[in-house]
């Protein structure tokens, strides 16, 4: 391929034929937005989707070696895999490699394995509407596993959980006593959660933790989170993790769950592209003569602020 | 006045007469929304403002402690004097004292004082929507003093100050150890400091501290905010603290800068209720049968949700 095509086409067949370069080209597109990211949107829309497991906890936890061992596991079977590590707190683009990613250049050579930093903060729409894109470029080309990690806390999880088929959540050996705060909300998106730095005292502890929770929970399904030990840093424990996803996914597809949340999120998906339209319709309005009548009359005290909005509304035909 | 009216222009009356209880309903019809909250908006706007004083700070600084000795040296003046206290992350309303305001008490008796804590969680387009509204329904009152005090943090006192003509930031000595993170964003709202609890050890540092953020700011107008030291338990430097606030407001006044500011609010109001109709627009559209047939198509792989999401926002006439 031409290397410095930016034309979306151009850069989805080179994607198709293994180029990571056009992959990560395409999603830098993505990321800035505008009507190429829009090209790109409608070229791997509808093409097939890409299995997602998303890995959320605290900084700290392993979140990063994890990944990398899952890496191992899963080019161990021979498939190919992505791993998107999303930033929400920086304002770089264009694929820098973060700092703690360093260990996952092991498989940067491996043909098999595509790694890629995200940082949404700039994106509009923020990591629920990057995050999606993203996925449709790699099940575009071909990749058909892509495991989405955080660097972040707090919202994001939610976010992450929202994107993924199978949520992970890590916690190590003592979480219980710091994040008491947070317990219910990774309660609510966890699929599977892993114990990991099991070397450490407090494992059993941690355990009979997360089961109380487990036990006392009235929101869930059919589905149970299996608690899940692992070393990282040695790999110990990591194919019964990798073991536990593909139960998930295989109760998810069996129970028809899939579909459903991918139908779920498809909705979610369009309910935020439209209110980010709605957005920017309302800021090119604001610059617009109309509502600069409606602001002098508001700050002269002609008009009050609602009355205002519903006639600058109705003038729309909203 | 009927005691169970709950007309607006019935209770405007009443409140304009003094009676505690008609603003208090009125503020609670801001509170809960919709077309009474909406009359009570066009009834109260345009009749004049109440100048607006705003404390913040982390909890545990004695805000409250140091609102009740000012509402004492404000009615030591004869003028009388509102306080809202908003709690942003409490989903009760109804005017519900919080815990610890039990220290006002002592002026729950004087017919010139108005006390009401408002939680905000529930109020569509939060705190930056709700306080003008009730600083409006307190000038239609004849309150022309209002002091807003938030319990809360982060995010928050962002919206207080925006809210406020003029900002008291309240600290502790000893506090630049703990908040380091927070304290660019408390000098961009300040516009007056006041290290409470300064029979403690440490105030001179934490002045120093102060002034040393203050010279290296490039961002500070032609007021320097001042940094008053005071012991609210005794009542020690709220005379000062006060006489700092009237320096503000008349430096504002002086040069022009009141009006500006208002006006700045005015317009960031609007485009706050303006994306608001927006919003109850799009939850709307979400009903109708043209959203149903995009969402299909979205599921269905036959459009991507940005073409779907364009083609919604034409048919509209957006």
């Known amino acids: ?25 395409l999603i830098s597109l993505i990321e800035r937005g505008g009507d190429p990211a829009r090209r790109v949107s409608r070229l791997t829309y509808g093409r097939g989707d890409s299995y997602t497991v998303g890995l959320t906890g605290a900084p700290g936890a392993g979140k990063s070696t994890l990944t990398s061992c899952l890496i191992a596991e899963i080019r161990a079977a021979g498939r190919p895999v992505a791993v998107l590590a999303v930033d929400p707190s920086s304002p770089f683009t264009g694929g820098a490699i973060l700092g703690d990613r360093v260990r996952m250049q092991d498989h940067a050579l491996d043909e098999g394995v595509f790694i890629r930093s995200m940082a949404t903060r700039g994106h509009l729409g923020g990591l629920a509407l990057a ?24 919202q994001v999880e939610v976010d992450i959980a929202r994107a993924a088929d ?3 959540v890590v916690v190590n050996p003592g979480w219980g006593d710091t994040i008491q705060a947070n317990k219910a909300g990774l309660l609510e998106i966890a699929d599977v959660f892993v114990i990991n730095k099991a070397d450490r ?28 030990s692992t070393v990282a840093s040695t790999g ?14 295989e109760h ?39 509502y600069q009548r409606a602001r002098d009359e508001v700050v002269s ?3 009050d602020p609602y009355t205002a909005a519903e006639d600058l509304l109705e003038a729309l035909g909203l």
Do not use: F, Y
């Open 166 to 168: 199978t949520t992970v």
């Open 252 to 290: 998810l597809e069996r129970s028809g769950e899939l579909a459903l949340r991918r139908t779920a999120r498809l909705c979610e998906e369009l309910s935020a592209v439209l209110a980010r339209g709605i957005e920017q319709r309302v800021a090119a309005l604001e610059g617009g003569a109309r």
């Open 301 to 303: 005290g002609a008009c």
């Open 201 to 228: 005292p407090g494992v059993a502890e941690t355990r009979r933790d997360l089961d109380n929770m487990l036990d006392m929970s009235s929101t869930m399904g059919p589905w149970r989170p299996p608690i899940v």
């Open 131 to 154: 995050t999606p894109e993203a996925v449709r470029v790699l099940a575009a080309a071909g990749i058909g596993l892509v495991l989405v990690e955080t660097v972040g806390v707090g």
């Open 236 to 249: 110990e424990g990591v194919g019964e993790l990798w073991a536990a996803v593909a139960a998930h996914r």
């Open 1 to 25: 391929m031409n290397l410095r095509s930016s034309d979306p086409e151009t850069l989805i067949a080179a994607a198709a034929g293994g180029d990571k370069s056009a992959i990560s080209r």
